[in-house]
């Protein structure tokens, strides 16, 4: 019993898998790629191991490879050499591996380790919070299923990088755009004048879609994320505030058909359609586009189901309709407060995933009838300062009333007020009412 006590008292560690992994990277310096798939130094238990490992990637990185005489002249300049045992341990370490081919699977244990540690002390960082009365039980919620998040993710990447292994990836890049002047490095929306400005929408992003309502956010959201999940078979989610999962798939299905909206609504449809609906559907039906339906969600909500659909569906791009839907926990504060703090958080958010965050927003009864610009953005001033890309959805809604009523496509100018990293400007855009659908401009009418 007393041992048992004793073992729970000690955090989960794998000292002889340190010492193996150590020793296969001085038998093979060139192992040490593989190894920082799964562990950085704090990872290994015994403070003289990560001391160790540190030097052998401090060496790698000045272009040197890792020995026997290396490292104990890295580790002397540093001073650790005696805190990790001197020479005789390092050399000891050689002699108590057989070869380098198991590296993988010490370093996988190493990190198996880890991740329990860090569960031990993520349940102690619960147990605090779950007891201080002063704390709110949903930003606790949500910590918690950050830091769960947070430990996922580090199984999955490694912290290190040498020069020397990003250099030929670099290459491959700078080759591969050149050869393909139109590829892109982030996630295509379809139109072809927005892509090609923003090169697509980035990892990391936060990026607002802002119009008048009924200008067609809703439709331009939809247009992109069903081009992306449909034709790409990118991974996309698209949360619904405001619109039902019903109605939203009428819209899909819409398009996709190139049928109008009201006839699947109503059902007045002959026999022929009915064949274009099915064709659509079967088009659509394996597309990994996943649609949250939840009016007045809250923001711990959101955040939640999103982390959920990165880790179990693996997805590559959000779209939210809208922001101002979103409900604030503490709904106590001034309204504005509230919207600042929720574009802050999807801003983190964006970033915590490593995810283009696409959100509709709606402009300020200013914008109508005008051009729109930043300052019409609703709490423009939080939103505009969190998002790295700010589009207006424009066209003269009153002129174009009649026009709905006789064309099967009407010009929309999409402007690109705000690129943190990019340039800014306008391009047009086709939005073809009957289907609720954008196209490109040179191709009219898709």
């Not at 040197?64 to 341990?89: H, N, V």
Request: proline content about 4%; glycine content about 6%.
């Amino acid at each position: 019993m007393p041992s048992e006590t004793l073992k729970d008292k000690i955090p989960p560690n794998n000292s002889e898998a340190e010492q193996a992994c150590l020793g296969a990277l001085l038998l093979d310096p060139d192992s040490l790629g593989t190894v920082l798939r799964y562990i950085r130094p704090e990872d290994l238990y015994q403070n003289s191991h990560a001391a160790i490992f540190d030097a052998i990637i401090a060496l790698n990185e000045k272009g040197q490879k890792a020995d026997l005489i290396t490292l104990t002249e890295e580790m002397r300049l540093a001073g650790s050499l005696e805190r990790a045992g001197g020479p005789g341990y390092i050399a000891n370490l050689t002699s108590m591996t057989p070869s380098s081919a198991n590296v993988e699977y010490y370093a996988r244990i190493i990190q198996e380790m880890s991740t329990r540690r860090s569960l031990i002390k993520m349940s102690a960082l619960v147990s605090s919070l779950a007891y201080d009365d002063t704390q709110e039980t949903g930003p606790i919620l949500d910590e918690i299923q950050a830091k769960i998040f947070e430990i996922t993710q580090n199984r999955k990447t490694a912290s290190y990088h040498s020069i020397k292994e990003l250099v030929p990836d670099f290459i491959t890049y700078i080759e591969k755009i050149q050869n393909n002047p139109s590829a892109f490095t982030g996630i295509p929306s379809g139109l072809t004048e927005l892509d090609a400005m923003t090169a697509g929408f980035q990892n990391s992003e936060f990026i607002i879609i802002g119009a008048r309502p009924s200008v067609g956010k809703t439709a331009l959201a939809l247009t992109m994320a069903s081009h992306i999940a449909i034709d790409l078979r990118i991974p996309a989610a698209f949360f619904s505030l405001e619109m039902s999962e019903h109605a939203l798939m009428n819209r899909i299905i819409s398009a996709e058909a190139q049928m109008r909206g009201e006839k699947i609504r109503t059902g007045n449809f002959e026999t022929k359609d009915y064949g274009s609906i099915m064709d659509a559907t079967g088009r659509i039906y394996e597309a990994p586009l996943y649609i949250v339906d939840m009016p007045n969600m809250k923001l711990l909500e959101l955040r939640t189901l999103a982390r959920r659909l990165v880790l179990e569906r693996s997805v590559k791009i959000i779209f939210i309709d809208y922001s101002t839907l979103i409900t604030h926990e503490n709904a106590d504060l001034p309204r504005w407060e509230q919207i600042s703090a929720i574009s802050r958080s999807l801003k983190s958010l964006a970033r915590e995933l490593d995810i283009p965050i696409v959100v509709l927003s709606q402009l300020k009864r200013e914008a109508e009838g005008k051009q729109p610009n930043l300052a019409d953005v609703r709490e423009s001033g939080s939103i505009e300062q969190d998002a790295d890309v700010i589009l207006f959805l424009h066209r003269d809604r009153e002129t174009n009333k009649t026009q709905e009523q006789r064309s099967d496509q009407i010009e929309t100018e999409l402007i690109i007020a705000k690129q943190r990293n990019g340039p800014i400007g306008t391009t047009k855009v086709w939005f073809k009412p009957a289907y609720a659908k954008f196209v490109n401009m040179d191709r009219r009418g898709g």
